[in-house]
């Protein structure tokens, strides 16, 4: 997580890496790696376990790393504060 030690980083930086992280870890990922690679992993490992004419389910994969990110600018914004911006 080198941009907690980033002097540089914005809070929506830190917001979307912690964001990212907390999804990692709740698919089932390791902390220090991505949401695309998690992805791409339990793909393989869940086509592999399924016969070839077998329906696949998009929505068990982790989301992408842009899809967890957008998701962290979203839950991390106070539920006032998008109407209040649109007012002024």
Known sequence: MQVFNDPQASADDIAAA???DFLL???GGKSDG??????YSTYTRTIAKKPVHAQFDLATLPPTST?????????????GAA????SS
């Open 67 to 79: 899809a967890g990110r957008h998701h962290s600018y979203i839950s991390c914004i106070p539920p």
């Open 25 to 27: 870890v709740l698919y």
């Open 83 to 86: 109407v209040a911006r649109e």
């Open 18 to 20: 912690a964001g990212e």
């Open 34 to 39: 991505s949401l695309d690679k998690q992805r």
